[in-house]
């Protein structure tokens, strides 16, 4: 196989200093997978904005189909052969799957859009591709799957003959990831070149042709995928041997720690998010909620942490009612919340890590006094801090938003955990970061368990689901479908029948989640 793709020498320097790209190599081949692997901070989402318009290398060339390139916008990537696929879908729900493909390349029957043609350019590269969507439908109205399906459509419409994907798998059942490989195959061999973004070292296995490993700026090398084991990809991603399952023992609960009963909740379009959802959390014990997203998850956890109002049934922790309870009543009673969203619930981005860690300690008497914050204890406990749950930083002086996904998430996990919660909701608590900084969270969620904390998991990552969580739901449409007491014996593809509404259980069967 030809080359297609080739970066050379190039490096990236970001305004605060931070060196993002140091003289990164990287040689991709006409029809291959490529993957692109390493740790948050390794460099991997500089070197794609580059690839893809949205950055520009201070040193160093782009070269596409041997000719050097500079990539200055999305626009001029486009009109080289380059497409995206953004792990957060850049689709328009109230607009049909047609109009987002043609959105800003609408075909014109002389001043006016052309619909019908616009219908049909869909249809044919669904067609060609494999990758059939029915035009007429609404994005809003489609499933996770079909909406990344409408993306690579979109991207080939605009004749991406290289298609980079981030992190495409992380919100797919098991069924939608098979079917997405599938395609990607198809696209491979019809002569396209996919660069593959994902943390899901197995799916890498499984898919991709090639592996080129990034670490703290530099290119590690590139390897054939069949070469190469899990644990040797991960060693060279993180630099040390990583436990790629975190064995736990048999959770032995105690009593009810967190009770919702009868939750119902309506959004602002008047959709039912919630339909009478009843639930216990009981001491020393992780439960897991699975689903697809969008599927009254979010609205779940933010009715139980004080982030939503507006829902009516009963959520109590130890007894003290929430519903209408402030946030700062609700950590005061024991309650600790790692948000889904990092940057906008979990950090102040442009304050320190100090900053970050201490807040929610803002009445602890060892750092407040009468009048003044206990500044001496404040800079020892939150530089120890920052070292036990080892955030890749200078000093806990530094500010967040210089820090890569993972260490971020570190600074929200630091603070959460320290200050001994009693419930522990934990919402996507790895969602995009690496194996290494997976690793040292999911630990930490499996000994406060042992300690005798009781823990609400929200996961999209299915495996992760299985690995920390010692009972399971599966959520759809609002509702609780399915209740597992012991996953022991659960795969993943038996929860993607109940998250896809294959299969649900019995009543009878799902209110075995409430204790009380």
């Known amino acids: 196989m030809s080359e297609i793709l080739r970066v050379e020498r190039v490096t990236k320097v970001y305004g605060n200093g931070i060196l993002a790209n140091d003289k990164v190599e990287l040689s991709v081949k006409k029809g291959e997978i490529h993957a692109i ?120 419409l605009r004749g991406a003959e290289i298609l980079i994907l981030d992190e495409p798998t992380a919100v797919l059942t098991p069924q939608e990831t098979r079917e997405l490989f599938a395609e990607l195959k198809h696209l491979r061999d019809a002569g396209h070149t996919i660069l593959f973004i994902s943390h899901k070292l197995g799916e890498v296995k499984e898919l ?6 990034m670490r703290a700026g530099h290119t590690v090398g590139t390897y054939e995928a069949a070469d190469l084991s899990e644990a040797d990809i991960s060693r060279m991603m993180v630099g040390r041997d990583v436990v790629l399952k975190i064995d736990k023992a048999k959770a032995a609960p105690g009593e009810v720690e967190l009770s919702v009963r009868n939750l119902e909740y ?100 060892r750092y407040t006094g009468k009048v003044l914050f206990k500044s001496r204890a404040i800079e020892r406990d939150m530089e120890a801090l920052a070292r036990e749950y080892t955030v890749k930083c200078e000093s806990a002086q530094q500010t967040v938003g210089m820090l890569s996904g993972g260490n971020i998430q570190k600074v929200v996990v630091a603070r959460e955990m320290s200050s001994n919660p009693t419930l522990l909701v934990a919402d996507q608590p790895t969602r995009g970061i690496d194996v290494g900084a997976a690793e040292f969270i999911r630990r930490r969620i499996v000994a406060m368990r042992d300690e005798g904390t009781a823990v609400l998991l929200v996961t999209a990552d299915l495996n992760e689901a299985l690995e920390l969580s010692d009972s399971i739901v599966v959520m759809r449409d609002g509702e609780i479908v399915a209740y597992y007491p012991d996953t022991g014996d659960l795969s993943e593809e038996e929860l993607g029948f109940y998250m896809l509404g294959v299969k649900r259980q019995t009543k009878e069967e799902v209110s075995g989640v409430v204790h009380g």
């Open 266 to 365: 309506t959004g602002d379009l008047g959709k039912k998010a919630l339909r009478g959802v009843s639930l216990d959390v009981r001491k020393g014990e992780i439960l897991g909620v699975a689903g697809v997203e969008g599927n009254g998850q979010r609205e779940l956890v933010e009715i139980i942490t004080g982030l939503r109002e507006g829902a009516t049934g009963t959520v109590t922790l130890e007894g003290f009612p929430l519903l209408g309870a402030s946030i700062r009543e609700s950590r005061r009673r024991g309650m600790a919340h790692i948000p889904s969203d990092r940057m906008v619930y979990g950090v102040a981005k442009n304050q320190s890590i100090s900053f970050n860690i201490l807040a929610g300690k803002t009445q602890d008497e």
């Open 37 to 156: 692997c390493g740790e948050n901070g390794a460099g991997k989402s500089t070197l794609m904005k580059m690839l893809f318009g949205l950055e520009q290398p201070d040193e160093g060339g782009i070269y596409v189909k041997g000719q050097a390139c500079k990539i200055t916008s999305p626009s001029v990537a486009i009109g080289l052969g380059i497409g995206m696929v953004h792990q957060h879908f850049m689709l328009v729900d109230e607009l049909t799957v047609a109009e987002n493909v043609v959105l800003g390349y609408e075909p014109k029957k002389g001043l006016v859009i052309d619909w019908d043609k616009a219908a049909d350019m869909t249809r044919e590269v669904g067609r060609k591709y494999n990758l059939e969507v029915e035009p007429g439908l609404l994005v809003g109205d489609i499933s996770v799957g079909l909406k990344q399906r409408v993306e690579i459509v979109k991207a080939l």
């Open 208 to 213: 991709c042709d090639r592996i080129t490993i």
